[in-house]
């Protein structure tokens, strides 16, 4: 099998309802190996906060995975995920896993087992790396995680669910967020980081996949510098090898607006998987519009209020990078409280009303 065609990737877009969704962890899980474990998958919580996010108008929902959870767990795994996509698919909402994922911003290695609780004031504090940097870098499980990705894209290759295959969160990001601000993880693991990226595009294509493929582009350059988004190798080779577009942009409008204009020109179906901190300008009552009109889907980070501390700010130098103050009395990411009310009533107005009809 092969890349899709600009003519099928648009007509496969052009077959639904423009997509309008969230990034999501349940308010009760400190990171993706807490939602998915036996012992803390929590089917009450993640079936009410899907049921609040249908009431906002949200049609798709992206989700991580964890090749520690498959390896130790594979058909609890697997159960898990067709669960979860029954209770959103009950709603309206399709699912778009993600299978791989470098944003280890905790700075430790991934432990299958009970998750700590999270560090007091620190954003996504207890982030970990699916499979981990360090057992991306040693490399001894390298055919472990060619049999999870053919495994979970095999089981669900035809499942109409499934909106489309994400196949690895931000390849080659190593940023750690800790209380004294953010460092970078050592050493780069770029280079293995491209590797799993390729052979993930090679082995999902083999299981024949209805759904399209891709991976998000997601280097953008600090405020104040004028070179373009996705240069690096990795966001190069992500756009060359994605059936969609797809982004992540926080980021003030002018700066979306000028991306989008800029993809654009692949001829592909667009969708913003990354989105929504409103301290570096990146808000719904500006961009929801932009992306609408623009026909861009859009996947905003967070929903619910909880454990990840998603609505904390970065390290205050990376939201400087972007452009922004780390006021803490304003929320970074997040819409609703652990009780389903809104942060700011007006932004659920706005989500009504863009995917309304």
């Not at 669960?83 to 994922?101: E, W």
């Amino acid at each position: 099998m092969t890349r899709w065609t600009e003519a099928e990737a648009m007509a496969w877009w052009r077959a639904r309802d423009w997509v309008c969704g969230f990034n999501f962890l349940p308010s009760t899980a400190v990171n993706f190996l807490e939602m998915w474990h036996r012992d803390s998958f929590d089917a009450a919580t993640i079936e009410r906060e899907l049921g609040w996010a249908a009431e906002l108008g949200f049609n798709a929902f992206r989700i991580n995975l964890h090749y520690l959870v498959w390896k130790h767990d594979r058909d609890g795994l697997l159960d898990r995920l067709d669960r979860v996509m029954g209770m959103a698919a009950a709603r309206g909402i399709d699912t778009i896993p993600v299978l791989f994922d470098d944003c280890g911003f905790g700075g430790v290695e991934p432990v299958y087992g009970p998750q700590p609780d999270p560090i007091p004031a620190v954003h996504n504090s207890r982030a970990v790396a699916s499979p981990g940097r360090a057992m991306l870098l040693a490399g001894a499980e390298t055919e472990g995680f060619h049999r999870y990705v053919a495994d979970i894209v095999g089981r669900f290759r035809d499942d109409r669910r499934v909106l489309f295959w994400d196949l690895y969160n931000e390849p080659g990001n190593r940023m750690v967020f800790a209380p004294g601000g953010a460092a970078l993880y050592e050493p780069d693991f770029s280079a293995q980081s491209l590797a799993l990226m390729e052979a993930s595009f090679e082995l999902a294509r083999a299981c024949a996949p209805e759904q399209p493929l891709t991976v998000g582009a997601w280097s953008t350059p600090v405020a104040g510098v004028t070179e373009a988004a996705y240069e690096t190798p990795i966001d190069s080779t992500a756009l060359a090898r994605s059936d969609i577009v797809t982004f992540h942009a926080y980021l003030a409008t002018d700066k979306v607006d000028a991306i989008i204009a800029a993809l654009a020109q692949r001829g592909r179906p667009m969708l913003c998987t990354e989105w929504m901190a409103r301290p570096v300008g990146s808000r719904i009552a500006d961009q929801l519009t932009l992306f609408r009109d623009r026909d861009v889907g859009c996947v905003q980070w967070g929903l619910v209020q909880g454990r990840t501390q998603t609505w904390l700010p970065w390290p205050e130098e990376l939201v400087a990078a972007h452009g922004g103050d780390a006021d803490r009395s304003v929320w970074f990411h997040d819409i609703l409280d652990a009780a389903g009310q809104p942060y700011d009533p007006s932004e659920v107005e706005t989500l009504r009303l863009c995917t309304a009809g």
